[in-house]
């Protein structure tokens, strides 16, 4: 059997169906950091820290999950969506009022993910769309396929999230590479994902650089110092200490227990406008 894939600093939004022949084809959508923990809640029950509407309905099975977000703000908007398509100011043009007589609540589901990961703030962040359970893996219709640098994948993720442990230094001040003012102690600064690159940026600088007009959160862009082309979800997981990025490539962690604050409330990595 194939070892699950180990993924740090986890912020997933997850679908349930239903097995049991009373309930066959019910859905739940949720949020989670431990998905294998979770699971396990929801077939136990509320007792067991499971949701009311999964209660004594199971057994169900997590058979999708989302996850790259950057924090859990935005894991959170994103399950709040696609809970309440009808509700959220994001789909508005798609009249989702009401699931098609013809359309089962699974499909109806997987085609509001589908409108979801094509439209801001969600098609900018570097997603990864995980198939758990292989039987009920569909295809994106070929007009509601994620953009290119998301990832579709299939199989087993086990979550470890990171223990930040205070540092008792301060560090000495940095120069910034592309600013040539200094990086102080509380700013957040970024690294080249190649190890033999100097570049030692201001976040903020380097994202300006990644930017392009009416944009909020940078996708890619090349390093200006080695021209590597670097996916900006990568140098974020690598500023907040994972040791791999979205592609499995080890990468060093540390300058990542420094600025961990832009973790925790990166405004231009939430959601841009707030609404829903």
Not at 4 to 32: A, S, W
Not at 223 to 239: A, E, N, Q, T
Request: hydrophobic share 30%.
């Amino acid at each position: 059997m194939t070892e699950p894939e180990l993924v740090e600093d986890f912020f997933g939004v997850y679908l349930l169906y239903c097995i049991n022949p009373k309930y066959k084809g019910r859905t739940y959508i949720g949020y989670t950091r431990d998905p294998n923990r979770r699971i396990m809640q929801h077939n136990r029950g509320t007792w067991a820290g499971g949701a009311y509407r999964t209660n004594n309905k199971g057994p169900w099975k997590m058979v999708m999950i989302v996850h790259g977000f950057p924090n859990n703000i935005s894991a959170l908007r994103f399950e709040w969506a696609w809970q309440n398509p009808a509700k959220t100011t994001r789909l508005q043009h798609l009249n989702l009022k009401k699931i098609p007589r013809k359309e089962s609540e699974f499909k109806f589901k997987l085609r509001v993910l589908s409108e979801m990961l094509r439209v801001g703030p969600w098609c900018r962040l570097p997603l990864i769309i995980r198939w758990l359970e292989t039987e009920y893996c569909e295809e994106f219709p070929p007009e509601r396929i994620p953009p290119e640098h998301m990832t579709i994948c299939q199989g087993l993720v086990k979550s470890k999230n990171l223990k930040h442990k205070p540092s008792n230094t301060i560090p000495p001040d940095e120069e910034c590479l592309l600013c040539s003012t200094y990086i102080t102690h509380g700013q957040a600064k970024i690294t080249c994902l190649n190890p033999n690159c100097e570049l030692i940026t201001h976040i903020t600088c380097l994202a300006d650089l990644f930017l392009v007009p009416g944009e909020y959160v940078p996708i890619e862009g090349n390093c200006p110092f080695c021209s590597v082309k670097l996916k900006w979800g990568d140098l974020i997981r690598k500023m907040k200490g994972c040791s791999r990025t979205s592609e499995g490539e080890e990468c060093s962690d540390d300058e990542g227990g420094q600025d961990r604050g832009i973790g925790e409330d990166p405004s231009w990595m939430n959601d841009c406008d707030g609404d829903l």
